[in-house]
C-alpha cells in the first residue's frame, strides 16, 4: 500500500510539473493570432504588465498551495503526522477549492467560444493540472479525519 501511494505521489508530482508548464489552452484570435499560454506563462505576462497582485493570487493558489499540499503528504508517507498548525488543519478543508483553476480555465474557454470573437480549445497542461489535483485530493485524509492517521482507521 505504501509503494502505491508513493507511486500516486511521483504521479502527482509529474502531473503537477506538466500542468504548470505546458499550455493550458489554446485561443485563436481572427485566424491570424493564437496563443498557447501555461500557467508559467500567464504569470509571467501579468507580472510584467504590471498586474502582479493578480500574479501573486493566481501564483499562490495555482503553484504554491498544489505544491505545498503535495509537499505535506510526501512528509506525511514519511511516517510523521500533518503538522498540526493551521496549515495542517486548514488542508483537508481547502482540498475541495484545488479544482478551481481548471474550472476558470473552462469557464474562459466557454466565453471564448460563446463570444464568436475567439476559438479556445484546452490544451494538455490543463489535463495534467486537473490529474495532479485530483490525485493529491484523494491522498489528502477527509476534514472529518484531519489531525488522525488515515490509514490506521482511527
Same mark, same amino acid.
Given at each position: 500500500?505504501?509503494?502505491?501511494?508513493?507511486?500516486?505521489? $511521483?504521479?502527482?508530482?509529474? #502531473? !503537477?510539473?506538466?500542468?504548470?508548464?505546458?499550455?493550458?489552452?489554446?485561443? =485563436?484570435?481572427?485566424?491570424?493570432?493564437?496563443?498557447?499560454?501555461?500557467? %508559467?506563462?500567464?504569470?509571467? /505576462?501579468?507580472?510584467?504588465?504590471?498586474?502582479?497582485?493578480?500574479?501573486?493570487?493566481?501564483?499562490? %493558489?495555482?503553484?504554491?498551495?498544489?505544491?505545498? +499540499?503535495?509537499?505535506?503528504?510526501?512528509?506525511?508517507?514519511?511516517?510523521? @503526522?500533518?503538522?498540526?498548525?493551521?496549515? /495542517?488543519?486548514?488542508?483537508?478543508?481547502?482540498? +475541495?477549492?484545488?479544482?478551481? =483553476?481548471?474550472?476558470? $480555465?473552462?469557464?474562459?474557454?466557454?466565453?471564448?467560444?460563446?463570444?464568436?470573437?475567439? #476559438?479556445?480549445? $484546452? @490544451?494538455?497542461? !490543463?489535463? %495534467?493540472?486537473?490529474? #495532479?489535483?485530483?490525485? $493529491?485530493?484523494?491522498?489528502?485524509?477527509?476534514?472529518?479525519?484531519?489531525?488522525?492517521?488515515?490509514? #490506521?482507521?482511527?
Amino acid at each position: 500500500m505504501a509503494i502505491r501511494r508513493w507511486l500516486l505521489i $511521483v504521479a502527482a508530482a509529474i #502531473s !503537477l510539473t506538466l500542468g504548470l508548464a505546458l499550455p493550458i489552452m489554446r485561443l =485563436d484570435r481572427l485566424y491570424f493570432f493564437s496563443e498557447t499560454p501555461s500557467i %508559467f506563462g500567464l504569470l509571467g /505576462g501579468l507580472w510584467s504588465a504590471g498586474e502582479w497582485p493578480l500574479a501573486m493570487l493566481i501564483g499562490l %493558489f495555482s503553484v504554491i498551495f498544489p505544491i505545498t +499540499k503535495l509537499g505535506l503528504i510526501a512528509w506525511r508517507e514519511t511516517g510523521r @503526522q500533518m503538522p498540526g498548525g493551521r496549515l /495542517g488543519r486548514a488542508l483537508p478543508h481547502l482540498s +475541495k477549492w484545488s479544482m478551481i =483553476d481548471v474550472m476558470l $480555465v473552462a469557464i474562459a474557454i466557454f466565453a471564448a467560444k460563446s463570444s464568436g470573437l475567439a #476559438s479556445a480549445m $484546452v @490544451q494538455p497542461g !490543463l489535463w %495534467f493540472y486537473a490529474a #495532479s489535483a485530483l490525485i $493529491v485530493g484523494w491522498l489528502l485524509p477527509a476534514p472529518s479525519a484531519a489531525g488522525k492517521d488515515p490509514d #490506521s482507521g482511527a
